[in-house]
């Protein structure tokens, strides 16, 4: 796995953006990378759900359906852990919970 892009973004857990491409060449842009207390984890990109135009607000937080999917936990949290080892080799200190 290769990270082709980071977008720093610092908003609640939230620590920025990764563009990957996966060994088969597959690119996946805009996955969400995030941090709290010291747990950092990647999640793929999702779209916003709207209702007449307008960001739909659940439990308070904005709604979000995905657009992929893994098949098992297991491949998910593999993916997770390798997005965030892939950040971190390339942008040390990117996932500190201090602001740079």
Same mark, same amino acid.
């Given at each position: %796995? %290769?990270?082709?892009?980071?977008?720093?973004m610092? *908003?609640?857990?939230? *620590?920025?953006?990764?563009?990957? !491409?996966?060994?088969?060449g597959?690119?996946?842009?805009?996955?969400?990378?995030?941090?709290?207390?010291? *747990?950092?984890?990647?999640?793929?990109?999702?779209r916003?759900?709207? !209702?007449?135009?307008?960001?739909?607000? *659940?439990?308070?937080?904005?709604?979000?359906?995905?657009?992929?999917?893994?098949?098992?936990?297991?491949?998910?949290?593999r993916?997770?852990?390798?997005?965030? !080892?892939?950040?971190?080799?390339?942008?040390?200190?990117?996932l500190?919970?201090?602001?740079?």
């Open positions: %796995m %290769m990270l082709r892009h980071w977008r720093p610092r *908003r609640a857990t939230l *620590r920025g953006f990764a563009d990957i !491409e996966l060994p088969n597959l690119q996946i842009d805009d996955i969400a990378v995030h941090d709290r207390g010291g *747990r950092a984890w990647a999640g793929l990109p999702a916003p759900v709207l !209702e007449n135009g307008r960001h739909i607000i *659940r439990d308070g937080k904005p709604a979000y359906a995905r657009i992929l999917a893994w098949r098992s936990r297991n491949l998910a949290d993916f997770s852990t390798a997005v965030v !080892e892939l950040v971190r080799r390339t942008h040390p200190g990117a500190d919970d201090a602001r740079p």
